[in-house]
C-alpha cells in the first residue's frame, strides 16, 4: 500500500496539515511535531482510521502500549503505536501519561483487575493477553500494579519470559468471535492472532496481512498437495493468513466460520478457492521451527 510521498499511510504518521518531526524534508506537511509519548490505559483500545466512533477499525492497541500522541482535537487522539508501527486515531479517554515500563504481561486471554487483592472484590477491569502491566509486589496469590489494583499471580509472565509456544498461545483463541481489527478474545482477526500470538512468544511482526507476509519469518517451499508443511508455519493467501497446528490442520480467524477455527489445511484451501479464486501465495516458517 502505498500513500503520500510513497509512504505507506498505515505506517507513517503524515496528513497534509501534520507530521512528525522525523519525516520533515520527506514527506510535504504544513507542520512538524515531535508528539508526546503517552500509554494505553484502557482494556483495549479501538483504532479508527478517522476520528469518529463509526469509522473503520483498523486495529487494536493492548493496556500498557506506548504510542506517541501527535495531535488532538475533539476528544480524538492521532497516534502512533510503538510496538508495530500503526497510525490511526483513538479516543483520548483510553489514553494515559507515560507510564511505568511493563514487568510483566498477561498470559491468559482475559484477567481481572480487583481494587484488593481478594476475588470476591468488584473487578475494576479486564486485561486481555498480552496486556502489559508494572508489577512492584506480591500479596498472597496476587501482584500488585504499580498503577493500582492487583492481578492474579498466574495470570502474568514476566516480560523476559515469554511463551514457548505461539501456536499453543493461538489456539486458546479457538471459538473465539471473528472481528475485523481486533485483538482480543473478544473478538480477534487473521492477522490479530497471529500478532498477539507471536508476540506472547517473543516475536514480534507487523499488524497486516500482507506486511507479515514480507517480514514473518522465511518463506519455504509448497507443492499443490501442500506436503511437508508444519506445526508454526504461516499459510497466507492475499488479504488471509494462517498458522499450522500440524502437517494438515489450519488454525485461523475467518470470516467463514465467524470466529477462530481449526479446519484441515486443504478443505480452507479449497473453499477460499471457490469462492475468490485465491491461491495460497507463500508459506513462512521461522527459525526455532525450522527442521
Excluded at 500522541?69 to 480524538?76: I, N, S, T
Excluded at 470466529?259 to 513462512?284: D, F, G, N, W, Y
Amino acid at each position: 500500500m502505498s500513500g503520500r510521498d510513497g509512504f505507506d499511510p498505515r505506517l507513517t504518521p503524515a496528513r497534509f496539515d501534520l507530521a512528525a518531526a522525523h519525516l520533515e524534508g520527506r514527506v510535504a506537511a504544513e507542520r512538524f511535531v515531535r508528539g508526546e509519548r503517552r500509554t494505553i490505559t484502557a482494556d483495549v483500545a479501538d483504532i479508527r482510521r478517522l476520528p469518529r466512533p463509526d469509522a473503520p477499525l483498523d486495529t487494536q492497541a493492548l493496556h500498557g502500549e506506548p504510542v506517541t500522541l501527535y495531535d488532538e482535537d475533539e476528544g480524538w487522539g492521532w497516534i502512533q503505536l510503538e510496538g508495530d508501527g500503526y497510525v490511526g486515531y483513538v479516543a483520548m479517554h483510553a489514553l494515559g501519561f507515560e507510564a511505568p515500563q511493563p514487568t510483566h504481561v498477561v498470559g491468559v486471554n482475559r484477567t481481572f483487575v480487583y481494587p484488593a487483592a481478594d476475588m470476591k472484590q468488584p473487578i475494576v477491569a479486564a486485561l486481555p493477553l498480552g496486556a502489559g502491566v508494572a508489577i512492584d509486589r506480591t500479596q498472597g496469590e496476587f501482584s500488585h500494579c504499580v498503577e493500582g489494583g492487583f492481578v492474579f499471580t498466574p495470570h502474568i509472565a514476566p516480560v523476559a519470559t515469554p511463551a514457548d509456544d505461539f501456536v499453543a498461545v493461538a489456539e486458546r483463541f479457538t471459538h473465539t468471535p471473528y472481528l475485523w481489527g481486533g485483538k482480543s478474545a473478544l473478538g480477534i482477526d487473521c492477522s490479530g492472532l497471529v500478532q498477539v500470538s507471536l508476540a506472547r512468544s517473543g516475536i514480534g511482526v507487523p499488524r497486516d496481512t500482507d506486511l507479515q507476509e514480507r517480514a514473518a519469518g522465511a518463506a519455504v517451499p509448497f507443492d499443490a498437495g501442500l506436503s511437508g508443511l508444519q506445526r508454526g508455519d504461516l499459510v497466507f493467501w492475499r488479504g488471509h493468513v494462517g498458522i499450522m497446528c500440524d502437517a494438515a490442520m489450519l488454525l485461523h480467524a475467518n470470516a467463514h466460520h465467524m470466529s477462530v477455527a481449526m479446519e484441515p489445511l486443504q478443505q480452507a484451501a479449497a473453499r477460499i478457492h471457490a469462492k475468490s479464486q485465491a491461491s495460497i501465495t507463500s508459506v513462512r516458517r521461522f527459525g526455532k521451527y525450522m527442521k
